[in-house]
């Protein structure tokens, strides 16, 4: 099994479903090059959730820990709270290996 499917395999479809979301995203950021843009990709996606519950919340925090222990993303987190996030090459790779028909 290759360094992609290892990081692919066991995904949730929330981490799945976060990943693409990502992915989306940056390419969306790519395609304006705008320094709003160019900034967003130098800095990381901003990321502020709008659950309206303390489960929903934590469990998108679980979910962004454990794609980050995967090496799928990085989040800035500064003082511990989840600031931007940023792709990762493999997690880019994993995200576009998703995206492909099967």
């Known amino acids: 099994m290759g360094r992609i499917e290892q990081?692919?395999?066991?995904?949730?479809?929330?981490?799945?479903?976060l990943l693409l979301w990502c992915l989306k995203y940056v390419e969306a950021m790519e395609a304006r090059r705008d320094d709003l843009a160019l900034q967003c990709l130098e800095q990381g996606i901003p990321w502020k959730p709008a659950h309206r519950t303390a489960a929903a919340r934590a469990a998108t925090s679980r979910t962004l820990l454990r794609l980050e222990e995967r090496g799928l993303i990085e989040r800035v987190a500064p003082g511990g709270r989840t600031k931007a996030i940023k792709v990762t090459p493999l997690g880019r790779l994993v995200a576009l290996k998703m995206k492909e028909p099967k």
């Open 7 to 17: 990081a692919e395999d066991g995904l949730s479809a929330k981490q799945r479903g």
